[in-house]
């Protein structure tokens, strides 16, 4: 889930402090060198609230010498692990809710939903456990409340507060697909699959190390056949689970295919893709293009949509059309309601597998 990098204890410098969300410090707390060189790395702040350590003497003397400056996570190395990923979790969950304090309510709600949903499907997939279906159902109902109550702009800048690539990605394409489909004049009933479809169309990249997916540099040919295998594993891993629905499914596998055939993993194209898919590689590829990674610069809107409308017959041209008046509309950046490009009945229309525009490319 989190980049991790180990430097040794005396080697450790201000930089290695700074950027790191979470310290673990493995040393021995009755050195007073030791105590003083983390003393004046973190201060006294960092080591109270960010901070885990792991020290082989946990006696009286080193306890009182750890509270003098601040240290109160502190675990002999040989705890049990569990209890000290729950203190490193709890690092993180504070930390996001720092970041989080500028934020609405809801909005803040939403992305630690979505957040809580990530790191359980982590786990989940990792561990051939039971997808979390409820905080699935949770987190993309507070998305698509977010996106309707606060603004789609409103969201967007909000997740950027989030401290994770994939998580912030994930969060990215739900709330985007919500926009576009209330754009449309989609019912609730689209818009909760929508977002579903949107926090797990890359479930299949959980089994990917974090190492991989936010390499600072190029793939390797290793490497990116490593991540091209994502729909796939994603797709057979939700299939396991009772009450994923088909389309949801669908849309992890399919969400790079291309209508003209040229897309992966197994080359499909024209009718056998599915208005949800259509509408959800869009909004995917529009959202990779604008989102900052450590290997890119984001590009800009307007330059995101010229990138789509290059790929000609690949995508579906009505719902691109639809989908660059959304986001190069002026107006939309601070409309809650934006005005939809058509209105559909209630019942649901992205479930039926009916193309929202009644267009079929």
């Known amino acids: 889930m989190f980049s991790v990098r180990s430097v040794p204890f005396a080697e ?30 973190a201060g006294g702040a960092r080591l109270r609230e960010q901070t885990v350590f792991l020290s082989p003497d946990t006696g009286r003397t080193a306890q009182v010498q ?11 190395p040989r705890s049990r692990e569990a209890d000290i990923v729950a203190a490193v979790s709890a690092v993180l969950e504070q930390s996001l809710d720092r970041q989080l304090e500028t934020c609405s309510r809801q909005i803040a709600s939403a992305i630690k939903q979505s957040d809580l949903l990530h790191r359980r499907l982590c786990s989940a997939m990792r561990g051939k456990k039971p997808l979390p279906m409820a905080a699935l159902d949770q987190s993309a109902a507070s998305i698509c409340d977010a996106v309707e109550d606060e603004g789609f702009a409103r969201w967007l800048k909000a997740i950027e507060l989030h401290h994770g690539q994939t998580c912030r990605h994930m969060m990215n394409v739900a709330g985007t697909a919500v926009a576009f489909g209330r754009y449309l004049g989609l019912p609730r009933v689209d818009l909760l699959l929508l977002a579903q479809a949107g926090l797990l169309h890359d479930v299949g990249k959980l089994f990917i190390p974090i190492s991989v997916l936010e390499k600072d540099g190029p793939l390797t040919e290793d490497e ?25 499914i669908e849309a992890a596998l399919c969400h790079h295919e291309y209508l003209d ?7 499909i194209s024209g009718d056998a893709i599915s208005p949800l898919v259509r509408l959800l590689t869009i909004v995917d ?26 790929m000609k017959d690949k995508l579906d041209q009505p ?3 639809a989908f660059r008046g959304l986001v190069l ?19 649901g229309c992205l479930t039926c597998r009916h193309h929202p525009l009644g267009e079929v490319a």
């Open 319 to 321: 719902l691109l059309r």
């Open 329 to 347: 509309e002026p107006v939309f950046a601070v409309t809650k309601t934006p005005e939809p490009a058509r209105s559909v009945t209630t019942d």
């Open 261 to 267: 055939g040229s897309g992966y993993p197994n080359g």
């Open 224 to 248: 990116r056949a490593l991540i091209a295998c994502h729909p796939e594993r994603g797709a057979k891993a939700l299939m396991r689970e009772q009450g994923v629905d088909r389309q949801v």
């Open 285 to 310: 590829i529009f959202a990779a293009l604008t989102e900052r990674r450590a290997y890119k610069e984001p590009m800009t809107a307007r330059m995101a949509i010229g990138h789509l409308m290059q």
């Open 66 to 76: 750890a509270h003098s400056i601040g240290i109160e996570r502190i675990f002999d």
């Open 12 to 41: 450790v410098g201000p930089e290695d402090v700074t950027s790191a969300t979470c310290l673990v410090v493995h040393s021995f707390l009755g050195s007073a060198d030791a105590v003083r060189h983390l003393e004046r790395l």
